[in-house]
């Protein structure tokens, strides 16, 4: 009953248009004020201890790096690098599009700034070049979402503060689903290009390769500063979000010089404006998980289930359908927040390994952020293109679809995320 209630309040809450982050607040408030007994005094202290994590501080500073490389030029020479590689393919420009989105994501933790970085790139050269601009719009659009799977990923931050699973498996468990993710758009890219006869760019030879590469390199060296320092135990993910902050002021305003100084302590205010944004989200969320916790609901529900007969396979179906709806009306850092306390303890229960419900989670919202009614990647493309929602929802179909396929492989092949993180001694 407690559980309708929560839920119910929450969700009259949303349908009124009122922010993710008030809604939870409001909901906790509303539940404890009028219908349990629980003293303040330690809602005040779960407050204060569910925040107080060093996790946490990665997220400012991954922010702060991602926009630093948005405003400094990494992108369009990612872009150039990848056109060179492969822009002599079917849909070469398209291609390239796919393995920058890449590239792009393994720097900045963020589907939107992918999609905005390499799109306002992207796709007013595919115009030029006699690319649809429905083809384009939906290359970016769902390669775009590869953001918040490749590490560094912003969600999987999130994730971890919701169930104490470790930061560095996560990050490591993101880079051969990331990579088949990869491979899967830019074959339906390559694919469709083929079909419909769209244009090819003229192969580069080895020492435009070789030109492009080293003026990216700067850029892609951050993949190699997160990713080697973590697993070479120099720093943890956290002091690796601080380096990784630091690395892209350096290169953004002193080696690229497309930052000026003057304009740094705009980024540094827009990045503030995000991290608060977030942070103000994770404390009313830590909130609505105490209510949760406090009420046995998470329990309650495992018990439900065990009872019903739900075995492994039938749970992780169940997770998918639940978590693709809310994908419907919320944004993937407030969907992780509020359903990882209660799908946690149920898949520990069931024996699903932590690390792979981390990964499965993060594919979902990925597939959220592309799907209609409210994929915040569509309404991002909808900005660069000018393109109606239900235009782009028709232009993104194929590579939805290639997502949904990709769904299934990583929900019932938990190898794919844990062999990793295995190998490396992190599990």
């Known amino acids: 009953m407690s559980a ?12 009124t248009g009122m922010p993710i982050s008030i809604s939870l607040g409001l909901t906790v408030l ?19 201890s569910g925040i107080e994590k060093f996790e946490i501080m990665a997220i400012p500073f ?21 056109t060179a590689m492969v822009g002599h393919w079917h849909g070469g420009l398209a291609l390239a599009g796919v393995v920058a989105c890449a590239l792009f994501a393994a720097v900045s933790g963020s589907s939107p700034a992918t999609v905005v970085a390499i799109g306002s790139i992207l796709l007013p ?9 429905k083809f384009g719009a939906g290359v970016v659009a769902t390669s775009g979402a590869l953001g918040i799977l490749i590490p560094p990923s ?24 990331g990579l088949i993710l990869a491979s899967m758009l ?42 080697g320092g973590i697993y070479s135990g120099i720093f943890t993910p956290t002091e690796a ?43 009313n969320a830590v909130m609505f998980s105490f209510i949760l916790a406090n009420e046995n609901i998470p329990q309650e529900l495992t ?78 493309a909808s900005g660069l293109t000018k393109m109606g929602i239900t235009e782009l929802t028709i232009a993104v179909w194929p590579w939805l679809l290639t997502m949904l396929v990709f769904l299934v492989a990583v929900t019932y092949w938990p190898t794919m995320s844990i062999w990793l993180p295995k190998v490396l001694g992190m599990m």
């Open 154 to 177: 912003i969600v999987m931050v999130m994730y971890s503060i919701a169930t104490n699973t470790s930061v560095g498996a996560l990050f490591m468990a993101g880079i051969i689903p």
């Open 303 to 380: 018990n439900w289930m065990i009872d019903m007969g739900f075995g492994k396979i039938a749970f992780l179906l169940a997770v998918n359908v639940l978590l693709l709806m809310a994908g419907n009306f919320m944004e993937p850092s407030s969907i992780m927040l509020i359903f990882a306390p209660i799908i946690f303890p149920i898949a520990m229960q069931l024996g699903v390994d932590p690390v792979h419900l981390g990964i499965l989670m993060v594919v979902n919202m990925e597939v959220g952020m592309c799907h209609p009614p409210v994929g915040l990647n569509l309404y991002v």
């Open 62 to 82: 991954f922010i702060l790096a991602g926009n630093f490389l948005t405003h400094g030029g990494v992108a369009r020479r990612m872009m150039n690098f990848a």
């Open 125 to 133: 050269g595919m115009v030029k070049a006699g690319f649809p601009m």
């Open 186 to 227: 830019g074959g339906m890219t390559w694919y469709r290009a083929k079909k419909f006869k769209y244009p090819r760019q003229p192969k580069a030879s080895w020492t435009e390769r070789f030109h492009t590469f080293r003026k990216s390199a700067w850029g892609l060296m951050l993949i190699i500063v997160v990713m």
């Open 4 to 15: 309708l209630v929560i839920f119910g309040i929450l969700l009259v809450l949303m349908l």
């Open 30 to 48: 509303t539940f404890l004020f009028t219908m349990t007994q629980v003293p303040l005094e330690s809602v005040a202290l779960k407050l204060f």
């Open 241 to 283: 979000a601080a380096m990784s902050a630091v690395y892209a002021f350096v290169v953004a305003v002193f080696i690229y010089k497309d930052l000026r100084l003057r304009d740094v302590p705009k980024v540094l205010l827009n990045s503030a404006n995000m991290s608060a944004m977030l942070l103000y989200i994770i404390t």
